[in-house]
């Protein structure tokens, strides 16, 4: 490959790397965009932002905004889990009431409607009962523990 075939060097200012990684982390923004904004080429941008230094920075951002999220969700969970309970109650009278009443094709589309919502609203109390355990936890622990779990539930519903 020729040198004229290989982009020009993007380098910024350092003083201007905080903003520009603002708009590369900004989801109304697309890379091509920033790049324009920057006025440089994308394969310039793109090469500059897998530099060591610059992916090293974008990875712990990526970490500490991951993190952040998960802080989020567990400091709601309380009023998540009162909440799903409640549609979860709400969705079990239903069906308890649709149950009752001469079977229509309309009731029986709502009582199989209320079922997967009800089906989901469980699935995520389950979530939200292992919430931050599987992070804590290497791929085999995983495995194992799901493995327990299936094992106990059959032992127990013998």
Same mark, same amino acid.
């Given at each position: 490959?020729?040198?004229?075939?290989?982009?020009?060097?993007?380098?910024?200012?350092? %003083?201007?790397? /905080?903003?520009?990684?603002?708009?590369?982390?900004? /989801?109304?923004?697309? $890379?091509?965009?920033?790049? %324009?904004?920057?006025?440089?080429?994308?394969?310039?941008?793109? $090469?500059?932002?897998?530099? /060591? %230094?610059?992916? %090293?920075?974008?990875?712990?951002? @990526?970490?500490?905004?991951?993190?952040?999220?998960?802080? $989020?969700? *567990?400091?709601?969970?309380?009023?998540?889990?009162? $909440?799903?309970? #409640?549609?979860?109650?709400?969705?079990? @009278?239903?069906?308890?009431?649709? =149950?009752?009443? /001469?079977?229509?094709?309309?009731?029986?589309?709502?009582?199989?409607? =209320?079922?997967?919502?009800?089906?989901?609203?469980?699935?995520?109390? #389950?979530?939200?009962?292992?919430?931050?355990?599987?992070?804590?936890?290497?791929?085999?622990?995983?495995?194992?523990?799901?493995?327990?779990?299936?094992?106990?539930?059959?032992?127990?519903? *013998?």
């Amino acid at each position: 490959m020729s040198a004229h075939h290989l982009p020009p060097t993007f380098s910024p200012n350092p %003083d201007h790397i /905080p903003e520009i990684l603002k708009d590369v982390c900004n /989801p109304s923004l697309s $890379i091509q965009q920033v790049a %324009d904004r920057l006025q440089t080429p994308i394969d310039s941008l793109i $090469i500059w932002l897998t530099r /060591p %230094d610059i992916a %090293d920075l974008l990875e712990r951002y @990526e970490c500490v905004c991951a993190r952040r999220a998960r802080l $989020i969700v *567990a400091n709601l969970l309380p009023r998540l889990v009162d $909440i799903v309970q #409640t549609i979860v109650t709400g969705v079990h @009278e239903e069906e308890q009431r649709l =149950a009752s009443e /001469p079977p229509t094709s309309q009731t029986i589309i709502a009582r199989r409607a =209320a079922r997967s919502l009800a089906l989901n609203g469980i699935r995520l109390l #389950t979530r939200f009962a292992h919430f931050g355990r599987a992070s804590k936890m290497g791929a085999p622990a995983m495995k194992r523990a799901a493995l327990e779990h299936v094992h106990s539930n059959r032992i127990n519903t *013998a």
